[in-house]
């Protein structure tokens, strides 16, 4: 045991070790640090075991007198080109004592460091016999489907390279706990495969580390390090930090762990997924492993490639997830606009609710009404949730797969609400929609307990890493399937769906609420109407009935003739009084049917109709170039009809009568004008203008009911327009009225 | 002299019938017509193609609820309103029963409230009690002076 060479640590200060800069290197080359004119600063200790030149005595001297003339010429056209962080293959010399390195240089810390790798051969790395490896490896990733299966074959490949006797792919999940998901060994290794390793297994130095430099062999777990000589970096006055030496001494807390773990050898290729480290190439074997640089660029390639393959086929999983997810909400959002009640809306997409979150169970939750589908705790038991939500939750998406270790009570529901997803619905009320998930009970082999990363007992004080592998197994209770990430984010998005139906649902409710006071008011008008002005015409059919009466055997003929007339016109009166208000209230129910409208085909049309009104009479029409509307032609065309027939009306006393009709194109509405020179109306009393059974003038100046304009105004707001007029008494009239051009009638 | 009736309305049946009905009572008063709201201000407030006429208040006033431009109620708020118009008696006819207008009616300080019979015997009885009441025997307010006809 080399025990004694290391520093005595305890579990605490794991993630301080100085594992940058350990001060030593692993003893199977040696080490130079160099200055620019390649001068030697620092040795390894070891540098007589290789050169036979003591590491005191190398120091200060130029590097042909350490390692050889022939060599040092060999190599310092390399050294002397750029160096970066990552060491480079600069050749393959022969030592003083006979021995073969390749040597491999990286420029760091304010200094060259050269290193001399010991290899088994004394050609030169030859690093074309990679490539027929990674085009194996890249033909064979084109037709594996899973990360698994990609995990699998770089396993195989990375053994059939180095020839460890186990080489695994495990991923970190969310806490750091690595999982082994891939594995190719020998058949006499046991096998890790499925195996948690606890994420304290690996500090959080380490894990930055393995971003850094993203391989890192241990040949020989029984190592005795090689301190450097001097010890502290000339150019930092500091300990030289090794992060990217290959040859970099490596924690003896981590020794101590491979050969608990009965690997004396191992090998690690980072997985580098978006910037994280999403995994790694562990390679383990029994004895002592050489793996040269050549092969070891080979491994760092295929970790390169898997780790692309992964972050591609993680995307596309990720995608084709979100874009289930998605089509799941849209249909949903498609059944919410549906029905008139939001809720009932809702509760009949409940299958589509649980689909979009995976959930079994899933609660709308409005006030005290609570509706449920699936497998969800009982109506008390989610009110009471409900009313704990409400205090914790922060109008956010709320969500844990572990809900009872939140929320006490929670503990009676773990069967089917071990995992909660809750949304608020309402930025004032409590309501919620909560999704639930049942219990997942499953078991995790972990490789040692996570939760006891302690000595033997008995053992000394100082730092023992885990001394046992064998598999122990925990039962996981009262957790759910955790929520996926796409989840939280698309209940956030169809939360904000949900708030967008609701309030337009509330304008919406608005909007009927003022057409319905519209309507009511319309309503009461329209009754009044009916006691007074119906009741006029019958009142007077009546009187001068009587009156005819009273008079008969009179001589007063002419008066019996004015009388008979009187009840003549007052009958007529009451008949058109009938049917404008019949009209008028089919207004207001009649639905509209809106198509384009050539509005000089429809003003055409008009002016026919009133082939009978203007009959005799001098008009001069003057009718402009009209555009086209999307309107209700019937509608329109009664509106149209009424305006023109009171400009004709009204025009009566003109000779000529000029009427104009015209239009003007705004960016957003058409308006027309009906124009006249009649007798117009006192601007006064212009807001009684467009009431029902409201009239400016006497009856027997002019003849109507009093609906006429009261109609134009109520077809033209159902096409939500509006109307207007303006006049000067007895010389103008202009009525006109508005239509927007983007209307969703 | 008697003070004149002022009669405002705007249905020439219905004004051909109240004439009649008050033709009928045999009242002596002078009855002004007027056919709408804002006329009905006018001759009140002595002003348009009323500003040459002589001083002084009606009798009482035969107010249409439903009118042109001004309607009874309108009338009947303004001529309340109206320091020299205050005391007038002002009668309502109306065609209905409307509850709302009978409220509304009062409220403002109408004198009497009459739905217009449809059968016309009882119109012209109403008619002429009105007249007979408001235009005769009631005693007008102070500025009004009640002229009863010699002889009669």
């Known amino acids: 045991m080399t025990q004694a060479a290391a520093p005595v640590l305890d579990l605490s200060t794991c993630d301080k070790e100085p594992i940058r800069t350990p001060g030593s290197i692993q003893p199977h080359g040696f080490l130079l640090t160099l200055a620019a004119d390649l001068t030697v600063l620092q040795a390894s200790a070891n540098l007589g075991d290789w050169s036979g030149v003591a590491a005191g005595d190398a120091i200060g001297r130029p590097l042909a007198d350490v390692i050889g003339a022939a060599a040092a010429q060999r190599i310092a056209p390399e050294l002397a080109a750029g160096l970066g962080p990552r060491p480079l293959y600069v050749g393959t010399?022969?030592?003083?004592?006979?021995?073969?390195?390749?040597?491999?240089?990286?420029?760091?810390?304010?200094?060259?460091?050269?290193?001399?790798?010991?290899?088994?051969?004394?050609?030169?790395?030859?690093?074309?016999?990679?490539?027929?490896?990674?085009?194996?490896?890249?033909?064979?990733?084109?037709?594996?489907?899973?990360?698994?299966?990609?995990?699998?074959?770089?396993?195989?490949?990375?053994?059939?390279?180095?020839?460890?006797?186990?080489?695994?792919?495990?991923?970190?999940?969310?806490?750091?706990?690595?999982?082994?998901?891939?594995?190719?060994r020998d058949e006499r290794c046991h096998s890790y495969m499925g195996q948690r390793f606890p994420a304290a297994d690996i500090p959080a130095e380490a894990r930055e580390l393995y971003m850094l430099s993203r391989i890192r062999l241990i040949r020989d777990a029984t190592y005795t390090p090689s301190a450097l000589v001097p010890p502290l970096n000339p150019a930092t006055g500091k300990a030289n930090d090794?992060?990217?030496?290959?040859?970099?001494?490596?924690?003896?807390?981590?020794?101590?762990?491979?050969?608990?773990?009965?690997?004396?050898?191992?090998?690690?290729?980072?997985?580098?997924?978006?910037?994280?480290?999403w995994g790694l190439i562990s390679c383990h074997n029994e004895g002592p492993a050489a793996v040269a640089f050549d092969k070891r660029t080979a491994c760092e390639q295929l970790g390169q490639i898997l780790a692309l393959c992964i972050e591609s086929r993680e995307d596309a999983a990720e995608l084709q997830f979100r874009l289930e997810v998605r089509r799941t909400m849209v249909s949903m959002l498609a059944g919410l606009t549906q029905g008139s009640d939001f809720i009932e809306n809702l509760a009949n997409v409940f299958p589509d609710l649980l689909r979009f979150a995976r959930a079994a169970g899933v609660a709308i939750v409005v006030d005290d009404r609570i509706l449920t589908y699936g497998d969800t705790p009982d109506q008390d038991d989610i009110r009471s949730l409900v009313d704990w939500l409400?205090?914790?939750?922060?109008?956010?998406?709320?969500?844990?797969?572990?809900?009872?270790?939140?929320?006490?009570?929670?503990?009676?529901?773990?069967?089917?609400?071990?995992?909660?997803?809750?949304?608020?619905?309402?930025?004032?009320?409590?309501?919620?929609?909560?999704?639930?998930?049942?219990?997942?009970?499953?078991?995790?082999?972990?490789?040692?307990?996570?939760?006891?990363?302690?000595?033997?007992?008995?053992?000394?004080?100082?730092?023992?890493?885990r001394t046992s592998f064998a598999a122990w197994r925990e039962t996981i209770h009262g957790t759910s399937q955790p929520w996926h990430g796409g989840e939280i984010e698309l209940a956030l998005e169809f939360r904000t769906a949900l708030l967008g139906i609701a309030l337009e649902r509330a304008e919406q409710m608005a909007e009927l609420a003022e057409e319905l006071g519209r309507a009511n008011k319309e309503l009461e008008a329209f009754s009044y109407s009916v006691s007074h002005d119906l009741r006029a015409p019958l009142r007077h059919i009546v009187g001068f009935a009587d009156l005819l009466l009273e008079s008969a055997g009179s001589e007063d003929g002419q008066q019996r003739q004015r009388f008979l007339k009187n009840?003549?016109?007052?009958?007529?009166?009451?008949?058109?009084?009938?049917?404008?208000?019949?009209?008028?209230?089919?207004?207001?129910?009649?639905?509209?049917?809106?198509?384009?409208?050539?509005?000089?085909?429809?003003?055409?049309?008009?002016?026919?109709?009133?082939?009978?009104?203007?009959?005799?009479?001098?008009?001069?029409?003057?009718?402009?170039?009209?555009?086209?509307?999307?309107?209700?032609?019937?509608?329109?065309?009664?509106?149209?009809?009424?305006l023109l027939s009171n400009a004709v009306k009204f025009t009566g006393q003109r000779?000529?009568?000029?009427?104009?009709?015209?239009?003007?194109?705004?960016?957003?509405?058409?308006?027309?004008?009906?124009?006249?020179?009649?007798?117009?109306?006192?601007?006064?009393?212009?807001?009684k203008l467009f009431g029902v059974f409201q009239r400016l003038h006497r009856m027997e100046d002019f003849q109507g009911t009093g609906i006429g304009l009261a109609n134009v105004r109520r077809i033209v707001e159902r096409h939500n327009g509006r109307v207007w007029a303006r006049s000067v008494q007895g010389e103008s009239a202009t009525f006109s009225f508005a239509l927007p051009k983007q209307t969703n009638l | 002299m008697l003070k004149p009736i002022l009669l405002v309305e705007d249905n020439p049946n219905d004004l051909e019938l109240t004439l009649i009905a008050l033709s009928k009572s045999q009242l002596a008063n002078q009855v002004i017509i007027v056919r709408d709201g804002a006329e009905a201000l006018d001759y009140l407030h002595r002003r348009g193609e009323y500003?040459?006429?002589?001083?002084?208040?009606?009798?009482?006033?035969?107010?249409?609820?439903?009118?042109?431009?001004?309607?009874?109620?309108?009338?009947?708020?303004?001529?309340?309103?109206?320091?020299?118009?205050?005391?007038?008696?002002?009668?309502?006819?109306?065609?209905?029963?409307?509850?709302?207008?009978?409220?509304?009616?009062?409220e403002l300080g109408v004198n009497a409230y009459v739905v217009k019979p449809v059968d016309f015997a009882e119109f012209v009885r109403a008619i002429a009690d009105l007249g007979i009441f408001w235009a005769v025997l009631n005693e007008p307010p102070p500025g009004s002076q009640r002229y009863v006809k010699p002889g009669k």
């Open chain 1, 93 to 184: 010399i022969a030592t003083g004592t006979g021995r073969h390195v390749d040597v491999l240089a990286h420029h760091w810390d304010g200094v060259t460091i050269a290193e001399f790798e010991a290899v088994d051969r004394a050609e030169p790395a030859d690093f074309r016999n990679l490539y027929p490896l990674i085009g194996d490896f890249l033909l064979k990733v084109n037709d594996t489907g899973s990360i698994e299966s990609l995990a699998r074959l770089a396993c195989q490949h990375v053994r059939s390279v180095t020839g460890f006797g186990r080489v695994l792919v495990y991923r970190f999940d969310t806490d750091g706990h690595g999982h082994v998901m891939a594995e190719a």
């Open chain 1, 242 to 277: 090794l992060s990217f030496a290959a040859l970099r001494s490596v924690s003896p807390v981590h020794l101590q762990y491979m050969r608990n773990m009965n690997t004396l050898a191992s090998m690690s290729v980072s997985l580098v997924v978006k910037g994280k480290l």
């Open chain 1, 390 to 465: 409400a205090q914790h939750d922060r109008g956010d998406v709320f969500h844990t797969d572990k809900l009872s270790a939140l929320y006490a009570p929670a503990e009676h529901m773990i069967r089917n609400a071990s995992g909660l997803l809750a949304m608020p619905i309402s930025r004032i009320h409590k309501h919620y929609l909560l999704w639930f998930r049942p219990e997942y009970v499953h078991t995790i082999e972990w490789a040692g307990n996570p939760h006891a990363k302690e000595a033997t007992p008995g053992a000394p004080a100082q730092l023992s890493p």
């Open chain 1, 567 to 642: 009840i003549k016109d007052a009958a007529r009166l009451a008949g058109k009084l009938v049917d404008d208000l019949l009209s008028f209230s089919q207004m207001g129910r009649a639905s509209l049917h809106p198509t384009t409208v050539d509005m000089n085909d429809l003003v055409a049309a008009c002016l026919d109709k009133l082939v009978l009104e203007t009959r005799g009479r001098n008009i001069e029409w003057d009718i402009g170039p009209l555009p086209t509307v999307w309107a209700d032609p019937t509608f329109l065309h009664l509106a149209l009809v009424n």
């Open chain 1, 655 to 687: 000779d000529p009568a000029v009427i104009r009709v015209s239009a003007e194109d705004h960016p957003a509405e058409t308006v027309f004008h009906v124009a006249d020179n009649g007798a117009g109306f006192n601007m006064e009393y212009v807001h």
């Open chain 2, 51 to 106: 500003a040459a006429r002589p001083a002084g208040n009606p009798a009482v006033v035969l107010l249409d609820l439903k009118l042109p431009k001004v309607d009874g109620l309108e009338v009947l708020r303004e001529i309340r309103s109206t320091d020299g118009l205050k005391p007038l008696p002002v009668v309502m006819l109306t065609s209905s029963r409307e509850e709302q207008d009978l409220v509304r009616s009062y």
